[in-house]
């Protein structure tokens, strides 16, 4: 210890040794200790409240951001079992040499389409990307190519590509963002025969993100992964625009390291606005979902907690 250090503390003990001098200072010391005791048990109760509201909102947006991915996984698959469903009968008639075009496909497609309502159409596209199977009445839904689109031209290529996901779509008949679920046609050979799809609107999306409870200045957003750059495809509230690709730096950090799911603390990068965020992938489908809860929120609930021990803290050294 230094000259200086050794100063102090000969004042302090110096200070201590006053305090016993007389019944009057060891009763200003015992005050002053007692005081500093109270002020010491409001802080670490204050910090622990801290802690324990900060704990909770990464429950609240992890079990969301579970939930909301879940619900989400599991309506994507009832609408790839349709898929498949397709396929296999598309298949079928192909060996039986019958029709695919005609009204009997349609009829059956219409089916099939009613189980899965989220769904525009379910619609089977021949080699050139050409649609000659549709779900909905040609009258309302004339026949169109699809052979510009990311997921055909994804499929022609890729034999084992499986379920595609399209990027955001803005319909050509419909006039509605959506995303496009479809999978392969193959020839008995294994050629590229055409494909079947299914049109899912984002609205259908921002709908079930709707009635997630999140707080005040909470979020609940879905994205796509890091494939697509993570464009935005629905949020609630609504804020940014459809493919945009404006994320925080923490997110991108958190998602390289693990795709699959984690929790973080960042501004948004659609409002600004401070959350703890969880976010989880869509099964194995190239989408994230991730729940945000507002910072200021939980701490305006702590700041109530924490003005109530100040002010009786006050009260007792006043006391």
């Known amino acids: 210890m230094t000259g200086a250090g050794w100063a102090r503390v000969s004042r302090f003990r110096r200070w201590v040794a006053g305090m016993g001098a007389s019944p009057h ?12 005791c109270a002020l010491a ?3 670490f109760t204050l910090n622990a409240s801290l802690t324990e509201h900060r704990d909770r909102a990464v429950v609240v947006s992890r079990n969301l951001s ?9 309506e994507i698959n009832k609408i790839d079992l349709q898929l498949q469903t397709v396929v296999d009968e598309v298949n079928r008639r192909q060996a039986a040499r019958q029709p695919i075009v005609g009204a009997p496909m349609d009829a059956f497609l219409r089916r099939l389409r009613d189980r ?8 089977v596209a021949d080699a050139s990307g050409r649609v000659i199977a549709n ?3 040609t009258d309302s839904w004339p026949s169109f ?10 499929l022609a290529q890729d034999p084992a590509a499986g379920l595609v996901v399209s990027r955001p779509i803005l319909g050509r008949v419909s006039n509605q963002w959506m995303l496009v679920f479809a999978r392969r046609l193959s020839t008995p050979d294994g050629r590229f025969a055409g494909t079947v799809h299914a049109s899912v ?10 009635t997630i409870d999140v707080g005040p200045n909470g979020a609940v957003v879905l994205r796509a992964d890091a494939t697509n750059q993570f464009g935005l495809l629905a949020r609630f509230p609504p804020a940014g625009h459809v493919g945009q690709t404006v994320v925080s730096d923490t997110f991108r950090r958190m998602m390289a390291r693990d795709p699959q799911g984690g929790t973080y603390e960042a501004a948004a990068g ?3 606005v401070h959350r703890t965020f969880s976010y989880q992938q869509v099964g194995s489908y190239p989408l994230v979902v991730l729940v945000g809860v507002a910072t200021q929120a939980y701490l305006a609930d702590w700041w109530r907690g924490a003005v109530k021990w100040l002010a009786v803290d006050v009260l007792f050294i006043r006391g």
Request: aromatic share 6%; glycine share 6%.
């Open 201 to 210: 609107p984002l609205s259908w999306f921002a709908a079930r993100l709707e």
């Open 25 to 36: 200072h060891r009763l200003v010391a015992l005050l002053v200790a007692i005081n500093l």
């Open 145 to 154: 190519q699809i052979d510009d689109r990311d997921y055909f031209r994804t």
């Open 270 to 272: 659609a409002d600004g």
């Open 41 to 43: 048990i409001v802080a």
């Open 116 to 123: 899965v309502p989220m769904a525009l159409g379910i619609r």
């Open 66 to 74: 579970r939930l909301v991915a879940n619900g989400i996984e599991s």
């Open 135 to 137: 779900s909905v009445t």
